[in-house]
């Protein structure tokens, strides 16, 4: 099959009085990791959660396998086999790490129900989940809690996740750890969309990247040919490079 | 094998799982300040299990009120009416069972109560359904319609309560056997009191148990702490909430019941009356907190019937001071649930 | 244009609009010479009181939006001022002046403390710490009975000029006596076109205009510079202290106040449904609300009796139309203003006057 896995389609989206997107066009091929990269306020989280639902669209179409989502809920879009990661992580703090993950695992009443061998992959990618399986996720580190928010997210086999920032505010260390559990996870042909803003860690993962700026997409085209172009780079990211290196 | 239990030789470092146990606290020691200050230990046994009693009967009317808020942000100002339509119900099937009700017989008086409690829970739940769906639900996000339109239920429904049965007081007379008392040593303690206690530990376990131990109560507290994301994960948290705001009604049901039991005259008017005493109990106990909700409850009974034998006069004023002291304390009440 | 200047620029904006609130200020004017009795002369008093007190409520609700439930506290605090200072100090102005001035200055405090303590919260918290402060002042109210008279309230004389026995002349006029009363009555509607005037040049000036964008949206009212806060505290101090005015007059006429007169919750549910069902956000809403709650308070309840006794056969209906269930009625409209006109009725005048509905 040829038509990507998602596709937006000239999407508007306003928040109460104030216009976000002004006609966002973004294709997600299957099977790879699409970065969306841009400066603050660019658009990118809107653009997330509205492919999730969770902003309504004012005009434009959200195709997701070829199907329009944007009329849809959240839980319906969920339920099509998309998972996300929202920039604070949601994860619920009062809730252990497992009661955390059996949440995320949909299809599993308790935590026996879940896939043990995935689990155990799971728990491959991120260790200190299962060191800190009773613990309040409330108790985790920054770093532990983004690994919890990913791990919710793929517990279960997913078609498409949707990933905000989740370099955000990790030391470098943390973040390679990240970067080996997304190279693990790309292994799976699961299709990604991944926003950043550190163009680093981006370089290391993404196949394609879309850059936006104003609530457009300014810039499409594949990871190898913007790391290889500096003027590229210095044109679409500006300063907001310099500063997230 | 897919239980996580091997343990690791290195765990890092990061804090025990730390029960906020200090509210607990609070429970035993008011109850042994207010020992030397009644004097007379047999009194004081008396008191606190009024007190404890009174508390009991709060909670499980409370109990719905402060999951309905923590889920959805939404206040119900006419949760009272649940109360009052429960204590009405009960009076309507314990006068049709009087036989029952007057016959002495332990036995005889529960099947008497039982299906009173249950027509008052059942009811109270299909009304609480009407209510989330034609009130409630169309000014969902909207706090300020919210409170007014919350209040215009509850002064349609009174009005209503009043059309059926009457605008004047009824009397809700205890069966028989749950009269009087049982000495305890020098200590008297009401039957009722003590079938209070039992019926909201009961409530109380239950809710806990459903909380802790099944995915529904995973998702509701989930959902008290972020919606969006509970929604992300794929469940449909208008459901979940319906379902929150008919137990809670059912709840508040039951608890009118009680409460009538315990008064054992009832009014049109009485679930408004109890209605402040409820804010203040959830405020204490932190907006979303179930553990919260029971102590505050357990609080403000034992403190109401200490006060009450001590300074009668303060007695009236007694769960505001201890909604203010509390606050002083903790400004977002005893469990301050984290909300983003 | 004179009008202009005395509406504040606020004109009733819809030809009904006017027609109907020219009708009502008449309708009280000639109440003494057109309705005899008392009770038609106690309706319109109460009409008079109630529409200053509504409309302070409004400036809370409607222009600043925040759900307060101890406005009636305040009103209390105005009513038992004058009631305590003419029973202790007896029937003079001077007591009138000392009362009203003592309870504006204790209004003035608790309603600055209130606000500045928590309406940084949330609009539900405020609206459920207002109703629990209520609840206690009315308690407090009627455990001090040494000073309020408790439950059974306080009888007390006004100044002579104000009393029945007083007479202006001995000539009736148009049929109507000269009395104290009547001075009473007219002296009542002139301050409260006063008090009404001074709030509606209060909601259009740049305060008002504050806090308008406030309730609108306080994020960017903050945002611009504005500290929500302190406007929204001033909102309810201002609020309070016309509520305790309208508390003042309320004891004037009655010469009695006591806990349900003027502090029971009722009172507080009476006022949230006048200005919802008269319009929030525009005073003229509560002119229009507190008249015809008012006077189907008072007499729909006739209408009601009839309607019950001619469907008397009918079990259900009869218990609905029964005259003592007006509130229910007036409820069941209050919930509808909610959802279908939250502008009230003075929305739907002004809307159609602008040509659409």
Redesign the interface.
């Known amino acids: 099959m040829n038509t990507p896995l998602l596709q937006l389609e000239a999407v508007h989206t306003h928040i109460g009085a104030y216009h976000i997107l002004h006609g966002v066009d973004l294709q997600v091929p299957r099977g790879e990791l699409t970065v969306l990269l841009g400066r603050n306020g660019a658009g990118k989280t809107t653009t997330l959660r509205t492919i999730m639902g969770l902003w309504g669209v004012s005009s434009g179409c959200v195709r997701f396998d070829g199907e329009d989502i944007s009329a849809r809920s959240t839980p319906e879009i969920a339920h099509l086999g998309i998972a996300y990661v929202p920039e604070n992580m949601g994860v619920f703090a009062d809730l252990t790490v497992r009661e955390n993950m059996l949440l995320a695992a949909r299809g599993a009443r308790s935590i026996e129900e879940i896939d043990g061998k995935r689990l155990e992959w799971v728990f491959d990618l991120f260790p200190a989940l299962k060191r800190f399986w009773e613990h309040p996720a409330g108790l985790l580190s920054g770093g532990q809690k983004q690994m919890l928010a990913v791990a919710r997210a793929i517990i279960e086999p997913r078609q498409l996740l949707l990933i905000d920032e989740p370099s955000k505010g990790l030391a470098p260390a943390i973040i390679q750890n990240m970067v080996t559990a997304f190279r693990e996870l790309k292994q799976t042909d699961t299709t990604i969309l991944l926003v950043e803003q550190n163009f680093n860690f981006a370089r290391q993962l993404g196949d394609r990247v879309a850059v936006m700026d104003g609530g457009r997409i300014v810039h499409v085209g594949s990871m190898a040919e913007l790391a290889g172009d500096e003027d590229l780079q210095q044109r679409l990211l500006g300063l907001s490079l310099a500063a997230h290196q | 094998m897919n239980s996580p239990s091997t343990p690791t030789p290195f765990l890092d470092a990061l804090p025990a799982v730390k029960l906020d146990r200090i509210p607990l606290l609070l429970l035993p020691v008011l109850a042994l300040l207010a020992l030397p200050l009644v004097g007379s230990f047999s009194t004081w046994v008396t008191l606190t299990f009024a007190g404890l009693a009174m508390g009991m009967i709060i909670f499980i009317i409370a109990s719905g009120l402060t999951l309905v808020f923590g889920l959805m942000d939404v206040l119900n100002f006419g949760h009272g009416v649940f109360i009052t339509l429960g204590a009405f119900l009960a009076a309507s099937v314990l006068g049709r069972l009087t036989g029952w009700t007057e016959s002495g017989s332990l036995l005889l008086n529960l099947v008497a109560v039982l299906p009173a409690m249950l027509a008052a829970m059942v009811v109270a739940g299909l009304v609480g359904f009407a209510f989330e769906r034609l009130i409630i639900r169309p000014v969902y996000g909207q706090p300020l319609k919210q409170i007014m339109i919350t209040m215009g239920g509850m002064i349609v429904g009174v009005e209503l309560i009043k059309v059926i049965w009457g605008a004047q007081a009824i009397p809700l007379p205890l069966p028989t056997a749950f009269r009087g008392s049982l000495l305890f040593g020098d200590a008297a303690v009401e039957k009722y009191r003590l079938i209070a206690v039992v019926v909201g530990l009961g409530v109380f376990a239950v809710l806990s148990w459903v909380l802790s131990r099944t995915k529904l109560g995973l998702l509701i507290r989930a959902g008290v702490q972020d919606r969006e994301m509970v929604e992300s994960l794929g469940y449909r948290i208008g459901r979940l909430f319906i379902g929150v705001f008919v137990a809670g009604s059912a709840l508040a049901g039951l608890g009118g019941v009680m409460w009538g039991l315990y008064q054992q005259t009832i009014t049109p008017e009485m679930g408004g009356q109890i209605n402040v005493l409820l804010f203040i109990v959830i405020i204490i106990g932190g907006m979303g907190s179930v553990g919260g909700c029971f102590i505050g409850s357990l609080l403000v009974g034992l403190m109401a019937n200490y006060t009450g034998f001590l300074a009668p006069k303060v007695a009236l004023f007694s769960n505001i001071l201890l909604m203010v002291i509390v606050l002083m304390w903790r400004p977002e009440g005893l469990y301050p649930v984290g909300k983003r | 244009m004179i009008f202009n200047r005395l509406f504040s620029g606020d004109l009733p904006r819809s030809r009904v609009l006017l027609m109907v609130l020219v009708a009502i200020l008449a309708g009280l004017l000639l109440t003494p010479f057109v309705f005899p009795g008392a009770k038609a002369l106690n309706v319109a008093a109460k009409i008079c009181i109630f529409i200053v007190l509504v409309a302070s409520f409004d400036l809370l ?1 409607g222009y600043t ?1 925040i ?1 307060s439930f101890a406005h009636t506290m305040f009103f209390g605090i105005g009513a038992y001022g004058v009631a305590i200072a003419l029973t202790r100090l007896g029937p003079t102005w001077t007591a009138v002046a000392v009362g009203v001035g003592a309870a504006v200055l204790l209004s003035l405090v608790l309603s600055m403390v209130i606000g500045l303590f928590s309406l940084r919260v ?4 405020y ?2 710490i207002t ?3 209520a ?2 002042f009315q ?2 109210a009627s ?1 001090l009975s040494e000073f309020t008279g408790g439950e059974d309230g306080l009888t007390f004389k006004v100044p002579e000029l104000l009393s029945p026995a007083f007479s202006l002349s001995e000539q009736p006029f148009l049929g109507v006596s000269l009395d104290g009363r009547l001075i009473a009555f007219y002296l009542l509607l002139a301050i409260t076109v006063a008090l009404f005037l001074i709030l509606l040049r209060i909601v259009n000036s740049p305060f008002g205009r504050v806090l308008q964008a406030i309730r609108e949206n306080a994020f960017r009212a903050e945002a611009l510079g504005y500290q929500t806060v302190v406007y929204r505290t001033w909102s309810n101090v201002l609020s309070a202290v016309f509520a305790t005015l309208a508390g003042a007059l309320l004891a004037l006429w009655l010469r009695y106040n006591g806990p349900d007169t003027s502090l029971s ?1 009722e009172i507080m ?1 009476d006022i ?2 006048m200005v ?1 069902i008269g319009g929030m956000g525009t005073l003229y809403g509560s002119v229009i609300g507190a008249t015809l709650f008012i006077i189907v308070q008072n007499y729909l309840q006739d209408l009601m009796r009839f309607a019950s006794e001619g469907v008397s056969k009918v079990p ?1 209906l009869r ?2 139309l ?1 005259p ?2 007006w ?2 009625w007036l ?2 409209l ?2 509808l203003s ?2 279908r006109f ?1 502008t009230g009725i003075v929305g739907k005048l002004r809307s159609k006057a602008r040509g659409y509905s």
């Open positions: 609700l939006g759900v949330k609009a539900m918290f609206a459920m109703l629990a402060v609840t206690a308690t407090l455990q919750f549910i949230l449904l919802v259900f218990d609905l029964h003592d269930r509130l229910l409820g069941i209050f919930v909610v959802y939250p």
